[in-house]
T-cell receptor, first 114, second 114 residues
C-alpha cells in the first residue's frame, strides 16, 4: 500500500512562530504537493516539487516556502505563522506520469495559529 | 485555464435512495477528471477517474460518473445511498497535462439520513 505520511496531525502555534510541516512518501514518487483546505474553497495548491531540490509555486504560495532535500520528503515551512494560516494542510505525491496514475494524499495536518 | 464547479454545497438523501452530485468543468483541452471522497478527519481517497477512455466510469463503493463533453459535466451518481457514504466529495480536474497538478471544486457535503 502506498503511504503518504504527515507526521504532525494536530498543531497549535503562536503568531510569528516558524512552523514546519513534514511529509514523507514511500513510493519513490518524483512529484509531491502541498495543498491547503478551507471550508467552501476546496483544496488550493501552495507549492509542488517535481524532483529533489526543484519546486514551483502553486496558486497561493504567499507566506509559505518548501524544502525537498530528499526524494521521499517534502516540507512546508511557515516562516512567520499568522492567524490566517489556520487551516488543514494536505500533502500528496504522484509518479511522473502524474494524472495517468493516481495521486495519493496524506491524512492532513490541522494547524491552528493563535 | 481549467476550472471546476460543484453545483451543490450540500446534498441530503435518505438511505437507500439515489445519490446525484453535480459537477461542471471548464478546460481548454480534453481533461482528466476525478472524484475524491473525504471522510471526517481523513485524507482524500480516489473514487474514480476519467482519462479519455470510456465516458461512463465506474468507481469504488458503487459510485459511477459520466463524462459529457457537450454539457461539460461529470456528475457522480450512486443508485442507493448507504450511511457510510456520508462524507465530503470533491470534483477535480487536471490542472496541466501530466504534472499531477489538480484543481479542486469547492466540495459537496453528502448527508445520508436513516
Amino acid at each position: 500500500d502506498v503511504k503518504v505520511t504527515q507526521s504532525s496531525r494536530y498543531l497549535v502555534k503562536r503568531t510569528g512562530e516558524k512552523v514546519f510541516l513534514e511529509c514523507v512518501q514511500d513510493m519513490d514518487h518524483e512529484n509531491m504537493f502541498w495543498y491547503r483546505q478551507d471550508p467552501g474553497l476546496g483544496l488550493r495548491l501552495i507549492y509542488f516539487s517535481y524532483d529533489v531540490k526543484m519546486k514551483e509555486k502553486g496558486d497561493i504560495p504567499e507566506g509559505y516556502s518548501v524544502s525537498r532535500e530528499k526524494k521521499e520528503r517534502f516540507s512546508l515551512i511557515l516562516e512567520s505563522a499568522s492567524t490566517n494560516q489556520t487551516s488543514m494542510y494536505l500533502c500528496a505525491s504522484a509518479s511522473p506520469q502524474g494524472i495517468r496514475n493516481t495521486i495519493y494524499f496524506g491524512e492532513g495536518s490541522w494547524l491552528t495559529v493563535v | 485555464a481549467q476550472s471546476v464547479t460543484q453545483l451543490d454545497s450540500h446534498v441530503s438523501v435518505s438511505e437507500g435512495t439515489p445519490v446525484l452530485l453535480r459537477c461542471n468543468y471548464s478546460s481548454s483541452y480534453s481533461p482528466s477528471l476525478f472524484w475524491y471522497v473525504q471522510h471526517p478527519n481523513k485524507g482524500l481517497q480516489l473514487l474514480l477517474k476519467y482519462t479519455s477512455a470510456a465516458t461512463l466510469v465506474k468507481g469504488i463503493n458503487g459510485f459511477e460518473a459520466e463524462f459529457k463533453k457537450s454539457e461539460t459535466s461529470f456528475h457522480l451518481t450512486k443508485p442507493s445511498a448507504h450511511m457510510s457514504d456520508a462524507a465530503e466529495y470533491f470534483c477535480v480536474v487536471e490542472g496541466s497535462s501530466n504534472t499531477g497538478k489538480l484543481i479542486f471544486g469547492q466540495g459537496t457535503t453528502l448527508q445520508v439520513k436513516p
